[in-house]
């Protein structure tokens, strides 16, 4: 059971939480979500945090967060990281350790911050840094004798590689090729990071994200909304990866965001003996892998069709979809894919998903316009989900995400009462 869910404001790196660290957005999460719902945090039996880049002091951040933002000492946590579903991967593992029995409550949730990453020498400097202090035994000459070999560039710092490790490319790169694959044009793609904006401003100005974001370094306020855009501004950007015929660019790409979420789980008994009423139910779902070379952002299709035929539900039955919006070339293939009879021949052992109603999906706005912290996506596409569903907009939500590597998740949540 979902009991409820919150995010701090996420916001463009490099602005409002430049000076905070990823584990101070996680404690502000934290803090927030058990202010919100007035949860005691020794009543805790366990704590998952997701984050993708992670600082070496802090490298379990689940429990270095947990500790600071008053949890007792005797809650245990541990960090996940499964690159843009990490909080994904928290929330379905909560569910697992309450259905194990191994735990009755779960706070789950996960962070990411661009402000400050991780920058380190390169390696041919970093083994030399490690042979250092035998080095020094020897003097001058010793710690002369490190630096032969060393060439300018190895001076030069390295920041966190965005780049996937088997394939070399970003995921900008493989966007552009999956647009190109399936027929999706720069006017669809931004189209449809237009249509994020628009609802992501609408929703906002009507109040319908105020249950879910905790007033953080005292605001409530998000920068990456550009409720104000048009087609023609849109347009007027130059390709960001494949140049200079490529079609995903900044403007229908996401940016790079820090923020922070957290959600409240626990088993149903447990739930009503503490007077809350849960907000959903975590039905079925699933982790699936594919090829990265070709596929890379095609998880959501894979893990789509696996929790409808789990659960024998079709798409006419969901009455939410929250995608993750990496990039509106990556939702709008996928959403191809879906609806092809060929591909659902060809790659999903004939079960036909069909057209998803675009009616349905990201209808408060998604990614493009919200922002995109890696590790706290997916605690978001939850809480919103949730949230919609309470507000009686179905009895069904379908979560689904993309994360580098070919892996996606998708799962399904049902409105809680209408069991």
Not at 102 to 119: K, L, M, R, W, Y
Not at 332 to 349: I, T
Request: glycine fraction near 10%; aromatic fraction near 6%; charge should be neutral.
């Amino acid at each position: 059971m979902q009991v409820d869910g919150c995010r701090i404001p996420f916001n463009l790196s490099g602005t409002v939480y430049q000076k905070d660290l990823g584990v101070e957005l996680a404690q502000k999460s934290l803090k927030g979500l058990m202010t919100k719902t007035a949860m005691d945090p020794a009543l805790v039996d366990y704590v998952l945090y997701g984050t993708v880049i992670q600082e070496p002091k802090t490298s379990n951040i689940a429990r270095e967060a947990a500790i600071n933002s008053g949890f007792p000492s005797n809650v245990p946590g541990h960090t996940v990281t499964q690159a843009c579903i990490s909080a994904n991967q928290c929330f379905t593992t909560g569910a697992e350790k309450i259905l194990s029995g191994q735990a009755d409550v779960v706070v789950a949730g996960g962070c990411e911050t661009f402000s400050d990453v991780p920058i380190r020498f390169s390696r041919p400097v970093r083994q030399r840094l490690i042979k250092a202090p035998k080095a020094m035994k020897k003097g001058a000459a010793g710690l002369l004798g490190l630096t032969k070999g060393l060439k300018m560039k190895d001076l030069a710092p390295e920041a966190p590689a965005i780049a996937n490790y088997t394939t070399g490319e970003v995921m900008g790169h493989s966007a552009d090729r999956l647009s190109a694959r399936f027929g999706v044009s720069r006017a669809d793609q931004d189209a449809f990071a237009l249509r994020s904006h628009h609802n992501a401003a609408a929703a906002t100005e009507a109040g319908l994200y105020e249950d879910e974001i905790v007033r953080t370094n005292g605001i409530t306020t998000e920068n990456n909304i550009k409720g104000g855009s048009t087609m023609e501004k849109l347009q007027s950007l130059k390709p960001a990866f494949i140049k200079p015929h490529g079609t995903v660019t900044a403007g229908n790409a996401s940016a790079l965001t820090d923020g922070a979420s957290a959600m409240l789980m626990m088993n149903e008994a447990r739930a009503l003996e503490l007077g809350y009423t849960p907000k959903s139910i975590l039905r079925s779902w699933a982790y699936v892998a594919c090829d990265p070379f070709e596929d890379l952002l095609l998880g959501p299709t894979y893990a789509i069709a696996k929790v409808l035929k789990e659960m024998n539900l079709s798409i006419a039955d969901i009455g939410v979809i929250e995608i993750h919006e990496a990039f509106a070339g990556q939702v709008l293939s996928n959403l191809v894919a879906m609806e092809s009879k060929k591909f659902a021949d060809d790659h999903l052992d004939g079960f036909h998903i069909g057209e998803l109603p675009m009616d349905k999906i990201n209808t408060l706005g998604g990614s493009l316009s919200l922002g995109h912290p890696f590790g706290a996506t997916g605690g978001r596409l939850v809480t919103t989900a949730s949230n919609r569903m309470v507000r009686g907009e179905g009895k069904y939500a379908l979560i689904a995400a993309c994360a580098d590597g070919g892996i996606g998740h998708a799962c399904i949540l049902e409105r809680y009462g209408d069991n």
